[in-house]
């Protein structure tokens, strides 16, 4: 069980340490204190082997009571699930991966979906990766290192490598750079 105030971001150090590293976070995409190779070895050490439950329930734990992480949690994470649920997609495209958290909530409630997840970050691509393999998920969530905006290169790869194409998308969720919701949506 969760102690209540641990659901209040303000009322934690992890939160205020991730908001002091703000300028690092807006070019590196992670907080700076090691907190997501951190949690990759948590959730190694931890979840149970191929058991996708088991790993979202450690990653929240960990979020919880080790480092606050900027992934869409378990409050918000239920909405996801809902929404998910409904659409049932068989291909889904997400923008923004950080460490794979919502990418396996997704696969949880789609299992017969496969997720593409573009994420600018090599570092948290690597991260996700292992989180993935851990939860026995790989095959059916591949990571794209890259950005939409980046002239066209990440677009060209969905095209050519992944089948994307028009029509083909059930479920799209977006979720990384705010400033680039709109210029990646046009
Ligand atoms: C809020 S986190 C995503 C959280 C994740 N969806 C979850 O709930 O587990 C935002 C992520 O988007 C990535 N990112 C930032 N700008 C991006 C862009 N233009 N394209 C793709 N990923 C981007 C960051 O590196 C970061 O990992």
Not at 9 to 19: D, N, V
Request: proline content about 2%.
């Amino acid at each position: 069980m969760t102690r209540a105030w641990k659901r209040v971001p303000f009322l934690r150090w992890s939160f205020w340490r991730m908001a002091l590293g703000r300028k690092h976070l807006r070019t590196a995409w992670q907080v700076g204190d090691g907190r997501e190779e951190r949690l990759a070895q948590y959730v190694e050490a931890t979840a149970r082997r191929g058991q996708l439950d088991d790993v979202i329930r450690v990653i929240d734990q960990y979020a919880y009571d080790e480092a606050f992480l900027m992934n869409v949690g378990d409050e918000k994470g239920a909405i996801l699930d809902a929404a998910v649920r409904r659409a049932q997609p068989r291909r889904v495209l997400e923008l923004g991966t950080y460490c794979g958290y919502s990418a396996l909530r997704i696969a949880r409630v789609a299992p017969a979906a496969h997720i593409h997840s573009v994420e600018f970050s090599a570092d948290n691509a690597a991260i996700a990766r292992r989180i993935f393999t851990h939860a026995g998920v790989a095959d059916r969530i591949t990571v794209v290192v890259g950005t939409l905006g980046d002239g066209g290169a990440t677009l060209s790869r969905l095209r050519s490598e992944h089948g994307f194409g028009a029509g083909v998308l059930d479920f799209l969720f977006v979720d990384h750079d705010k400033s680039a919701y709109l210029p990646d949506l046009t």
